[in-house]
């Protein structure tokens, strides 16, 4: 079967090439790929600059925001063939940590669990793949291909249920705005998921070219454009960043009203050295009792919630944001970014 792989470590080492079959020990139920989303991840590792191969190989094959349908499934398990599935990505450590036996292996506490496309595991970017059961998610068959969103959508979902918990530290915690940084998939999917909580929803982005302005406006919310900075007389009580980008990480903290939740949702790349007033920004972070905390990956619930919060969302809008279908063989195309992208699929039909 053709399968997307890389040689971690490797820049460019990124092919389409012939593989065996899935192996069973990958899991008892048989999913033929319809689609694979590729997001910064995948882009970072075909830089070379992440990205690790299963023990004793060079190549691993990537893809880890996965949407398929059951080839075949084991008689006493949930599923039966041409169910739409999508695979959960992170799998516990083998100690496990507290938070990993308790199936919260996305707050893995010694950083030895595995991530399939990602992490010494082998990911879901093959004409078939092998999943086991308790790390699969069904999915309703009107979702289509805007099923291939239930990962990024997972990675939202954790970071409003941990927002939510934090709100939770004060018992009359009702947030009016959110404020999202960076208007890509995760960002968007973020304020979907804050204008479905019925907040005033706005989303910075530095770029106006191509479809954001026009998606942000579509869902209800209102677009920005340029510099945090700029935008001082706005202060959410939620602010999700989701661009990473350190500058911009700089200027999200002590940015909210009082008793503001600042959500870091982007991997930056370390080594910027920034000018910062620390003592100022603790100032205000204390005297406003104001939280900053970074969500990584999801467990199964944030999978579920992510497969309600898609069905509850505009199907036409989510249908927007996939902007860019590409062939197998032209895979590499996928994470060459064009104007006008929001989310690339590898289109496997
Ligand atoms: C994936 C997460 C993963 C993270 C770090 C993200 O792109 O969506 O599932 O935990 O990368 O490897």
Redesign the pocket.
Known sequence: MRALTIAPGITNSAAAEDVPEPPESDGAVLVRTLALGV????REIVAGL?GWAPPGRKRLIVG??SLGTVEHAPANSEFKPGDLVVGI??RPDPVPCPCCAAGEW?MCRNGRYT?RG??ERDGYGSEFFRVEPEFLVKLDPSLGLNGVLV??T??VAKAWDHTERIGRRSRVWAPKTLLVTGAGPIGLLAAMMGVLRGLDVHVLDHNDRGPKREIVHSLGATFHVGELADLSILKPDILMECTGVPSVVRDALGRTAAGGIVCLLG?SAPGHDLDVDIGGVNRTMVLDNDAVFGA???NRQHYEDAVIALKRADQRWLDSLITRRVPVEQWTQALVQQRGDIKVVVDFS
């Open positions: 997001c910064g991840t995948d992440y880890h925001e990505v992170r996305d991530e990602i992490k990962e990024p997972s990675i991997v990584v990956n999801a």
